[in-house]
Each structure stands twice: as structure tokens, then as C-alpha cells.
């Protein structure tokens, strides 16, 4: 995993208030104190980011929103703006998530403007790709993943492109138990390096690809000894913070025994 910083980054879609993210935040902090080894963020509805800000700010764990507009300001009723991120101490944003791709009819294009929108207030854009299971079973899958990927990034500089973390979500993986293969995984997130590679030359070394599907503490270990798999975004086994702080752990042991970091 040639210098690069792994990073576990949970994902809790639309679940906890704002005295349940409390709660947790000071929960999972106390377990994730000591760890050093690799990058925590909590992926939190908009209405919590606040409470995580009141807990997190400064520590280790990283805050994160699961969404954002590609506007500056104005009128863009019920959306939220990077400053608005920015204000309440998010680092990281999730964007192109299959679950708005297919629920909330996001774009190649929209996606690819919020994630400049993103790079220009200086967020980093976790960017969501995967396939659904027919286009799998089509073979289909390493053509649409690179696609999306291609089209979200292919405006940006080599600079711009250096500050992104892809995260390769397989639809059919997500939320359903089902966990691709740690070789799929690995096949497919060096198919995203390869069109990493396209765009931004041999600095795509240098950009975390995680996994994401059904990851839980059981099987961290073993999708991180893949050489391109930098980490997981966790959604189901994210919401328990003591589950999640031993996902991490998991991961991180393994992750101080490899070169370069
Ligand atoms: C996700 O929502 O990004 C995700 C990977 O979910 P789960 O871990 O529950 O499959």
C-alpha cells in the first residue's frame, strides 16, 4: 500500500438525532483515542454535524457530511452548501453514493460539480462508484465503474485530483450482507487506479481507494491486505460505536505492519 494512509470512514445515512450522534461521538472517541495508524471519519446526517463538531472538533475522528450542493448560495431550496460543511468543522464529504444515484437521480455530472464544488472550499470529496448486479453478471462491471469515475473526475487537476479518496461501493453489496470477495474488490479498485492513472499520471499512487459493502469487523482484515484496497466505508456496522471502534482496531494492526506508513 505504497504511501498511502489508510482510511475508515463510517457512513450512517439516515439514522440518529442529535443527542443519539452526541452520545456516540463521546462513546467512540473514548474507544478510537489511541489509534494512529490510519484515518477515522464519521459520515453524519447534516442535522447532527453539529453535535459532532461540539465533541469531535480537533480530536482524531475526522466529521463528515453524506451529501452537498454544487452551488455556492442562493436559491436552492432544502439544499446545503460546502461553507455550511465548512461551518459546522466537516473535512469530508461523500458524493455520488449509489443511494442517491438511484433513489435521488443524481448525475455523472451533477456529482462531478459538487466534487469540484467540494476541492474549492477545500472539503475532501469521498467519491462513490460501483456497479448493481446485473451489469456484474453482464461482465459489465469494470466499464461502468470506470466510467463513473472518468466522468466525476475528468475536468479536475493533477493537483485537485491528488486531494480525492474514491470509495468502490458494489450495489449488490451494500446493506445486503453480501461482501464482494476480497479479490473482486482488489480487481476492481486497481481498475479505478488504472483510470486514476489515465487522468493524473503516477500521482494516482498516492489516492485512497476504499471499499465499501456489508464491511464489518470480521472481515476488515482481510480486504485490507489487498494492495489496493486503503481502507472501507462502513454503513450498517458503523452505527454501534463500540462495533465500529473494533472494526478499526481490526483493521489497524494490520495496518502498522505495512511498509511505507
Ligand atoms: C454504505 O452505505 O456506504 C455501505 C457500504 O453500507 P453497508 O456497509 O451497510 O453495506
Redesign the pocket.
Known amino acids: 500500500m505504497a504511501n498511502r494512509r489508510p482510511v475508515i470512514a463510517g457512513?450512517w445515512?439516515m439514522f440518529k438525532t442529535i443527542s443519539e450522534a452526541g452520545d456516540y461521538a463521546v462513546k467512540f472517541l473514548d474507544e478510537v483515542k489511541d489509534v494512529t495508524d490510519l484515518d477515522i471519519v464519521l459520515c453524519a446526517p447534516f442535522t447532527a454535524l453539529h453535535a459532532l463538531k461540539n465533541e469531535l472538533e480537533e480530536s482524531i475522528v475526522h466529521i463528515g457530511a453524506q451529501n452537498m450542493a454544487w452551488a455556492d448560495q442562493g436559491a436552492y431550496t432544502g439544499e446545503i452548501s460546502a461553507q455550511m460543511l465548512l461551518d459546522v468543522a466537516c473535512t469530508y464529504v461523500i458524493l455520488g453514493?449509489s443511494?442517491r444515484r438511484e433513489m435521488f437521480g443524481e448525475t455523472d455530472q451533477e456529482i462531478a460539480k459538487k466534487v469540484q464544488q467540494a476541492l474549492a472550499v477545500g472539503l475532501t470529496p469521498i467519491l462513490?462508484c460501483g456497479e448493481n448486479l446485473h451489469l456484474r453478471e453482464e461482465g459489465q462491471a469494470v466499464e461502468r465503474v470506470q466510467g463513473q469515475v472518468s466522468r466525476a473526475l475528468s475536468d479536475l487537476s493533477i493537483e485537485d485530483l491528488s486531494r480525492i479518496i474514491v470509495a468502490y461501493?458494489p450495489i449488490w453489496?451494500?446493506?445486503?450482507g453480501k461482501t464482494a470477495s476480497s479479490q473482486d474488490a482488489q480487481e476492481m479498485c486497481a481498475a479505478i487506479r488504472a483510470t486514476l492513472t489515465e487522468l493524473m499520471g503516477r500521482t494516482a499512487e498516492k489516492v485512497p481507494i476504499l471499499y465499501?459493502?456489508?464491511?464489518k469487523a470480521e472481515n476488515i482484515g482481510e480486504l485490507m491486505k489487498e494492495p489496493d484496497v486503503d481502507g472501507a466505508?462502513?454503513?450498517?456496522?458503523s452505527l454501534d460505536p463500540l462495533s465500529f471502534a473494533k472494526l478499526i482496531k481490526n483493521a489497524g494492526p494490520l495496518v502498522a505492519r505495512m511498509e511505507g506508513i
Open positions: 457512513n445515512k453514493h443511494e462513490c461501493e453489496a451494500i446493506g445486503t465499501g459493502g456489508s464491511v466505508l462502513v454503513g450498517g456496522a
